[in-house]
């Protein structure tokens, strides 16, 4: 009757929609993943730039953010501008498929008792902050990691490399050391 006709076009409509939000999810994942390497790729240098540039102790090493590029070239090679970098890198696909997919969360709850099948630019904004929190559990570690390689400048470095920073920050203060700085780097990415 009229009953199983109905099911079977919900089940029909059903089995379409998971098909093309599977493509579409694929879809998201590569373009959040590559958009996310270039991203890091280009932004590395202004970011190890900035970060050497808020933690100078004492005296002033870098008159400005050029002085500081410069010199950082000049005693450590072009590629200290990216000192920190793989952190992030290994870590951004992951990141921005999480928050391709809070995003997505967040429209569907908002759709979910909703006339219209369309979002408000408000809407959107607390669906990118569903998304920012999605992804701050992956990306804390990641901030703590990069920043703590980026201070390193010129001396005897005190961490190796990411994995070093990550099994000591563990072996100084647990978990906690590890995630710190994670609540303000929610408040930033929501």
């Known amino acids: 009757g009229i009953n199983a006709e109905y099911g079977k076009q919900w089940y029909q409509r059903r ?5 093309v939000s599977t493509q579409s999810t694929g879809r998201s994942f590569i ?6 390497v270039c991203c890091v790729a280009s932004g590395q240098p202004f970011d190890t730039i900035k970060v050497r540039m808020q933690n100078q102790v004492g ?27 793989a952190a992030p890198l ?13 995003y997505s969360h967040g429209k569907s709850l908002q759709l979910m008792n909703s006339n219209t099948q369309t979002l408000s630019p408000l809407q959107h904004g607390f669906a990118g902050s569903l998304g920012g929190l999605y992804m701050t559990a992956l990306i804390a570690p990641g901030e703590r990691i990069k920043c703590l390689l980026q201070i390193q400048t010129t001396g005897p470095a005190k961490y190796s490399g990411p994995m070093d920073v990550l099994k000591q ?17 929610a408040v930033r990415d929501m």
């Open 15 to 19: 089995v379409r929609e998971a098909v």
């Open 31 to 36: 373009a959040g993943g590559t958009g996310g």
């Open 59 to 85: 005296g002033a090493l870098y008159k400005n953010s050029i002085d500081c590029t410069v010199k950082t070239i000049r005693n450590e090679g072009f590629f200290a501008l990216y000192k920190g970098m």
């Open 90 to 102: 290994v870590g951004v696909v992951p990141i921005f498929a999480v928050n391709f997919l809070g």
């Open 169 to 185: 920050s563990y072996r100084e203060g647990g978990i906690r050391n590890v995630m710190r700085g994670t609540v303000i780097t």
